[in-house]
């Protein structure tokens, strides 16, 4: 519990500093500016300079996708059900969907699990990094256009619609760029010179303070549309707890039967993901998909601010 709070916290008062720099009008304006620098330059040379510099493995554990690509989006579908059995309307079952699974695996999860695990995370936080966010930054947006778009002409619907998403989300998408650079000088075993190597580890230094700061200041806009009313409670409830209990646990359960392949790193590494806070992308994504991102915002809010309790707890219990 002490490692896991020693490896928290710090990430935790970075994220408050943020929070109360964007009182300021002067940080809260230069937010996508520093976004940008995260999305673009600090976050890819971060994942790609821990992918390169993990041990070596001696086989890859294909247990690890099947886990992802089952157990988060099987919830995400039950999250959706749930919600509409309980009498929410589609526009709030689907933010409630999405901010109950889509973590915070980039900004939160990859420190957290570097710092609990070691250096020997890089390599699979970096992988799980990618294929959650395959699954999210396309399959939302895809799902969401189809649902509001039904009856269109299928040629135009793709040309239109869903290419523009996935070229976006995939092709243009420099976090995937450098994820796929570091597997080829990982498997490959391309040496990197110097001149390389430094600058890329210079840049990728401050991402993770830089994305906590960023994360600080997202909560403002956040915070603003769930203080603008209109944000039911159970809805809120149910996605926080999906994100921080029930995603966790199902992982867990998920990880028992294939704990020999996987091992402690990949295992571990699965579980700490998981119980990472909703990203801050569910706000954005259900601004643009659902016309308001009011009850995603909260779900966001109250699974960070928990998270610090959540997120120790679970881990020394389910480590």
Not at 39 to 64: D, H, K
Not at 276 to 301: H, I
Request: charged share 10%; hydrophobic share 55%.
């Amino acid at each position: 519990m002490a490692e896991m709070l020693a490896a928290v916290a710090p990430l935790f008062l970075i994220t408050l500093l943020g929070f109360c720099a964007g009182f300021s009008d002067r940080f809260r304006s230069a937010s996508p500016y520093l976004n940008g620098f995260v999305f673009y330059f600090g976050l890819p040379t971060f994942l790609f300079s821990t992918m390169t510099q993990s041990p070596p493995i001696s086989s890859f554990p294909w247990a690890m996708p099947l886990i992802v690509l089952t157990v988060t989006p099987a919830l995400s579908v039950a999250v959706y059900l749930l919600s509409r059995a309980m009498g929410r309307p589609g526009d709030q079952a689907a933010p409630t969907s999405l901010a109950g699974t889509f973590g915070n695996v980039g900004y939160f999860g990859i420190p957290i699990s570097l710092g609990v695990l070691g250096p020997e995370a890089g390599l699979a936080a970096g992988l799980v990094h990618m294929i959650h966010n395959v699954v999210y930054m396309n399959g939302y947006p895809v799902v969401r256009t189809l649902a509001q778009t039904q009856g269109s002409p299928p040629d135009q619907l793709w040309r239109t619609r869903l290419w523009p998403v996935l070229r976006r989300g995939v092709l243009k998408n420099p976090m995937f760029s450098a994820i796929a650079l570091a597997l080829l000088v990982v498997f490959a075993e391309l040496p990197l010179p110097e001149l390389i190597s430094e600058p890329v580890g210079m840049l990728g230094g401050t991402a993770v303070p830089l994305a906590l700061f960023c994360v600080g200041l997202a909560l403002h806009p956040a915070l603003q549309g769930v203080r603008s009313g209109g944000v039911p409670v159970p809805p809120v409830l149910l996605g926080a707890a999906a994100k921080l209990l029930a995603l966790p646990l199902l992982t867990w359960l998920a990880v028992l039967p294939f704990y020999d392949q996987l091992g402690p790193v990949w295992a571990g590494t699965l579980i700490i993901l998981a119980a990472t806070p909703s990203s801050t992308t569910v706000f954005l994504f259900s601004e643009e998909y659902d016309g308001d991102g009011r009850l995603a915002a909260a779900v966001l809010v109250l699974s960070t601010g928990l998270s610090l309790v959540t997120l120790p707890l679970l881990a020394e219990i389910l480590l």
